[in-house]
């Protein structure tokens, strides 16, 4: 299957067909009706009890427990408080706003960026460091950090993942318990911009089914290691080594 066939795939699934409730058939109406029906969402004072228990389906944690030997997951730093259960240097680097501000003078991260009030960045240390191991680095960031890491390496691989719809998007929110009604409308809002820059992004992944979702990301991932434009050394010893059979 193509990226394309499989890219339209994934579009239609996601804005056509996950997006069921509210949201019109076509790609033209796609991101508008989109940030409509967040917006709606935002202004209801009723919230949906869930029907399963609302853990954070994360697909970063369920890639790295299958393919723990291909992919690092960076640790950000961030001001934000930790949520119960939370380990510094585990989920992440819980830094206070001086020590942060500080970092970014001693031009220690690869990007950051504010997010609902509070910095997130990414340390270019550990990051180097697991990109000599070998190992495809994944950085779980939000669009401002995408677009600068991609700024400033070309080859980076962007991927969008998104819940099937801006209910489940609201649903999975709500569920982890661990952040008011104020932060969720926040991150809610956030999302309406975010889907504006989609199409800076290089591949759309509908986190729908989370088993799913790990596999399609992981091929991705896998198969843009064959892409011409990553192998220029390699063809350029493939050629060197002809030449030499042709003398």
Known sequence: MSYNTEMDRQYKRGLAEGWRKGIAEGKAQGSGQVNKLIKVLMSEKKYDEL??????????????????????????????????????????????????????????????????????????????????????????????????????????????????????????????????????????????????GIESYDYLVVNDVLEDCVEEVHQIIQNEHYRVNRNESAIQEMRNELKAFSK
């Open 51 to 196: 029907e399963k228990s609302a853990e954070d389906e994360s697909y970063q944690k369920e890639l790295m427990k299958k393919y723990a030997d291909s992919y690092a997951l960076s640790i950000s730093a961030t001001t934000r408080n930790p949520r119960p259960g939370e380990t510094d240097g585990v989920e992440y680097f819980f830094r206070t706003k001086e020590q942060f501000e500080q970092m970014i003078k001693d031009d220690a991260l690869i990007e950051y960026a504010q997010f609902v009030g509070n910095y997130y960045g990414t340390p270019k240390a550990y990051v180097e460091e697991q990109l000599e191991a070998g190992k495809d680095v994944i950085l779980e960031i939000e669009i401002q950090g995408a677009l600068k890491v991609k700024e400033k390496f070309p080859d980076t691989l962007l991927l969008f993942v998104t819940p099937p719809s801006a209910k489940e998007l609201k649903n999975r929110l709500i569920g982890r318990g661990t952040e008011t009604m104020d932060v969720i409308e926040s991150r809610l809002a956030r999302a309406v911009e975010e889907a504006e």
